[in-house]
């Protein structure tokens, strides 16, 4: 097994993740889960995601990984029944209490250990199976020795390969508790590590921020470990980004396990990859500890892009035409790349736009409005169109 | 009884003779957050182990363990330490930071484990509360340094690496009047609040194997102070999250 497995903020991510090439999805609940600040799914909508989902033959995991106070736990049985009713494929926790109540309540749920577990080594591995954990998600500092170890166990190991780091050993922080009484181990971290520290001698801010992880430069040698399922984080990002990361990944697992993967195709997709996040990138704990290339100084770089222009609705096969709903700003002379799960990727320059009352016009100037473009090549719906920033010749 | 974790070697001579409290020691390579570690040879009561650990730290640590030592008990975060602790016969006592939060939980690690420690993230209630329903006694943080976060990054070698500036492996920061220390070893990079978290009126709760002193950065005199007296006069403190619930989602 190689497991693709995407955040889904909301069905509508989760149904994108599925579509641009996810073999799994992970979400989290109204309660119990440590983003509550993504949309997350009410239980009709878990057990419609699960239906969905398993209807592609594909799974679902949800989160249930909060670090419980005594007052949390009303609701909690009620809910892990009937997440085991309506068969999700796992649950996701941190806390032991889960954990032991899952068993003690007969239930069929599978169990996975959160990243927030902070789990290193085989031992502790050992103790989290003779418990019924079935698949671990390694702590985010797990090096390359430090997985193999762990891999001979034989339990079901995931690894995060790309998205936002944790300064702190995920579990291990409660900054956002001291600054802003918002308890991180229950979904409210308030990213404390993203600030400024001043310093009392005026000398430059401390900033402790962790560029995100990518793994592309070591993918392979993850899936040649063993590694069963690779994890993308960010369930409060959007459609676009989750299309493309996952799009990006899905390409590389393939291309890795076809033989197919060169160079200049990685090079292509890191590309893609960090002007789709907006972040620089890096392996981060695989290979080395993390130094000053790792992390940010005095904030990013980067200023925000606007490359995503709009989703396809509909294709016009007899008169070429494509129906987008836009989401930026574009302009008759704007070079577009259109990208799909089945759509080889292209670009255009768009000499011709039109609104949904098919009159023409010089550029579309706001999100959300219906406008219809010319387009020789076939496109299917769901396929993005974006600004053609990364030329892929220029890489190979 | 008092836990009291050692910061020099005088302030050790100086409780060691004192029934009413047992030494900790934090083990040299197996702490972070701790500017004076101790070799296992020097140790003559509890041992402390908060980093996180790979299996290689932990073969070592097996080793390190089952040498002729004088250990009367540990403290240790990573759970795959139990399985190197099994046959040895001392006071096992887990430390699983930011856990220790409900009761249910501490219940099944005392499955496991002598003790547990409970957490100093939540409110003076709640840990009363737990106290009162725990199946084996546990250990409640009464005074010190409380711990605000573990990165293994090398965050203030980074730091002064980045902007060509002196390495200080102690340093004092803060944001708007929340003032942070952070210490850093080689295994990573440890912050702390800048004011000691002040429990002392739990000292008279029952069901307490117990009462821990991290009086970290402190000198031997207010030390004395602090763990003797429970004097606390003459120190920065705060009663941080016992007076003060966090939210459980935002919006709550």
């Not at chain 1, 497995?5 to 909301?10: R, S, T, W, Y």
């Not at chain 1, 509550?36 to 995601?49: D, V």
Request: glycine fraction near 4%; charge should be negative; include cysteine.
């Amino acid at each position: 097994m190689t497991e693709l497995l995407a955040p889904a903020g909301d069905f509508e991510r989760l149904y994108f993740a599925f579509l641009y090439g996810a073999d799994a999805v992970y979400f989290g609940g109204q309660n119990f889960g440590l983003r509550a600040n993504a949309k997350n799914f009410n239980l009709e909508e878990i057990k419609k995601a699960t239906e969905y989902a398993h209807s592609l033959g594909k799974k679902v995991y949800v989160t249930v990984n909060i670090v419980l106070h005594d007052s949390d736990f009303a609701g909690l049985d009620e809910y892990l029944k009937y997440l085991d009713e309506i068969n999700v494929d796992s649950i996701i926790v941190s806390d032991i209490a889960v954990i032991k109540r899952v068993k003690e309540l007969g239930l069929n749920l599978a169990m996975c250990l959160s990243t927030q577990a902070s789990t290193m080594n085989s031992r502790a591995v050992k103790f989290w199976r003779n418990l019924g954990v079935t698949r671990v998600v390694l702590a985010r500092e797990a090096s390359r020795d430090a997985i193999k170890r762990i891999k001979d166990t034989g339990i079901e190991v995931e690894a995060f390969i790309h998205g936002a780091m944790c300064t702190s050993f995920s579990g291990k922080c409660v900054l956002s508790n001291y600054m802003t009484l918002r308890d991180a181990n229950r979904g409210g971290c308030a990213q404390v590590c993203r600030w400024n520290f001043e310093r009392s001698d005026g000398e430059v801010d401390l900033t402790i921020t962790p560029k995100d992880l990518n793994m592309v430069k070591f993918l392979e040698d993850e899936i040649n470990m063993g590694v069963d399922s690779f994890k993308i984080e960010g369930r409060m990002r959007s459609i676009y980004y989750v299309a493309t990361v996952i799009w990006c990944y899905r390409r590389m697992i393939d291309g890795i396990i076809n033989k197919t993967l060169t160079e200049p195709d990685k090079a292509y997709y890191l590309a893609i990859l960090n002007r789709c996040a907006n972040r620089e990138s890096a392996p981060q704990f695989f290979d080395k500890l993390p130094g000053v290339d790792e992390q940010y100084f005095n904030g990013r770089d980067e200023v925000s892009n606007q490359d995503f222009l709009g989703l396809v609705l509909d294709y016009d096969d007899d008169t070429k035409i494509a129906t987008i709903d836009t989401r930026n700003y574009f302009e008759i002379g704007t070079e577009v790349e259109f990208f799909g799960p089945n759509t080889e990727t292209f670009s255009i320059v768009l000499n011709k736009i039109y609104n949904d009352s098919l009159e023409l016009i010089d550029a579309s100037r706001h999100p959300k409005t219906i406008v219809k473009i010319p387009v020789d090549k076939k496109l299917a719906k769901n396929d993005f169109m974006r600004l053609k920033v990364i030329d892929k010749s220029s890489i190979l | 009884m008092k836990l009291v974790t050692v910061t020099s070697n005088t302030i050790s001579d100086k409780l060691k003779n004192n029934e009413d409290i047992m030494l900790l020691y934090p083990l040299k390579s197996y702490t972070v957050g701790y500017p004076i570690t101790f070799d296992i040879k020097d140790i003559d009561g509890f041992v402390l182990i908060n980093r996180i650990l790979d299996d290689f730290d932990l073969d070592e640590l097996d080793t390190i363990l089952h040498k002729k030592n004088n250990i009367k008990g540990i403290v240790f975060d990573d759970l795959g330490i139990l399985d190197i602790i099994s046959d040895l016969n001392i006071t096992k006592i887990l430390l699983i930071n930011h856990y220790g939060n409900n009761t249910r939980s501490i219940n099944y690690y005392l499955e496991y484990t002598d003790s547990v420690v409970v957490s100093s993230d939540i409110t003076k209630e709640e840990i009363k509360e737990i106290v009162k329903n725990t199946i084996k006694p546990v250990v409640v943080n009464v005074f010190g340094m409380k711990d605000l976060m573990y990165s293994r990054r090398l965050l203030l070698a980074n730091y002064a690496k980045y902007y060509n500036i002196p390495n200080k492996n102690v340093l004092d920061v803060k944001i708007k009047d929340n003032g942070f220390k952070i210490f850093e070893n080689e295994y990573g990079t440890y912050f702390y609040a800048s004011k000691y978290y002040n429990a002392l009126n739990l000292l008279d709760l029952d069901n307490v194997l117990y009462f821990w002193y991290n009086p970290v950065f402190l000198d031997d005199e207010q030390i004395l102070d602090v763990v003797i007296n429970n004097d606390v006069s003459n120190i920065d403190n705060d009663s941080l999250f016992l007076d003060k619930a966090t939210t459980y989602r935002i919006g709550d």
